[in-house]
C-alpha cells in the first residue's frame, strides 16, 4: 500500500486534512499495513477524567481555540458524569468530570487528579484487534460490543496499558453522529483560528525497570516497531535522569515514547509524576500546528505558561551550526522561547508547557515539523533542565 492509499481517520476528513498535510504535521510515512495483526488506522479520542468537566470545557474553547461538538449527563440521561468532546483538527478530547460521587471517574479523579484515563484509537476490525491483543497476553477491559443510535453502529472494546490507562478500539465506519451512541451534538463559541491540527504522540511514565515490559507489550500486543531509544546519559543532568524508548504504528501516525526514571541524586522529572499521579499515566500530549509563533504567540495572550529557556541556548555556536536555516530568524524563536532540533530529516520547532493542573503531572509539548521524523532529542538537555528548575521552585527535587 503506497502512502496515498492510506486511509484517513474520520476526525481527518473532517479536519479537511489530506496526506501532504499530515506528512508535514506528524511524520506520516510509507507503510503496507495488509498484513499487520493489529491494524490500527490512527488516533480516535483522548479521554480525560478531570475535576471540574464544565469549566474545563469552557478552559479548553476560550483558551485552546477548541470546538465543543458534542455532550453527555444528565441531560441526555448520563446520570453518572458529564462528558464534553471538543475538537481541533483531527484532535478530540472527551472531558469526563463525575455528577454523582460514587463514579468511577471520581475515584479516578481522587488518585491520579486531572489525567488521561483512554487513548482511543480507530481501528478497521475491533475483533481482529482483540483476538490478537487476547493471544498476546493482553488484558481485555471492555468485550466487543456494539452500540447503536439513530446514526448508526460504532463497535467498540478496550484493552488495558500501563497503570489505569487504556486504549478503547473503536470502528466507526458505520456511524455519522458527534461522537458516539449516548451523546448529542453541541455548539460552542471558538477563540479565534485553529491553534493545533493534530495529535503528534502520547508520552506514557511508567516505574523504574518496566519500560522495556511496555515496550514488548506495544511491540507483541499492537505490532508498533520501534522508533528511537535514549539511555539515561542522552538525558541527564548533574542531578537526575530519565530513560525513554519509543514505538508507533507503521505509518508513524500513531507514536508513543515510553519514559522510566534513571537512578540520579536527586529525583527526575518521572519520578516527580509517578509520586503526584500515583503511578502509571500519560505525561504529556504533543500537539502538532503549522504555526507555532502563532500559536505560542496567541497561548501567551490567552495566560498559557511555558517552560523558559535560558538566552545562553540561542547563542551556543554549536547550535547555530547543527540546526543551519530555519523557517524563521533564531531571534524570533528566542523571543518565544521556543527549542529547535534537525536531524537527517529535517528540522523540528517545539515547545512545553508548565503542567496544566494543580498537580505537576500532565503538560502539553507544541510541535512543528519540517521533515524532521525525531523527538528533539538535541534539545533534551535544555528541556530538563527547564523542568528541574521547575521542581525546585515547587520543592520536589
Known sequence: MSIDQTPLTGQERLAELDLDQLRQLVGLVEHDGDGDPFPVIGWDAVV??????????HLYQAVWGMELVAYSGPETGNRDHHAYVLRSGAVRFVLTGAVDPASPVADHHRRHGDGIVDIALEVPDVDRCVAHARAQGATVLVEPHDETDAHGTVRSAAIATYGETRHTLVDRSRYTGPYLPGFVARGGVTAGPRLFQALDHVVGNVELGHM????GFYNRVMGFTNMAEFVGEDIATEYSALMSKVVASGDHRVKFPLNEPAIGRKRSQIDEYLEFYGGPGAQHLALATTDILATVDALRERGVEFLSTPESYYSDPQLRARIGHVRVPIEELAARGILVDRDEDGYLLQIFTKPLGDRPTVFFEIIERHGSLG???????????????????????
Open 212 to 215: 522495556d515490559e511496555w515496550v
Open 48 to 57: 480525560w477524567a478531570v475535576g471540574n468537566a464544565t469549566q474545563a470545557a
Open 375 to 397: 523527538f528533539g532529542a538535541g534539545n533534551f538537555q535544555a528541556l530538563f533542565e527547564a523542568i528541574e528548575r521547575e521542581q525546585e521552585r515547587r520543592g520536589n527535587f
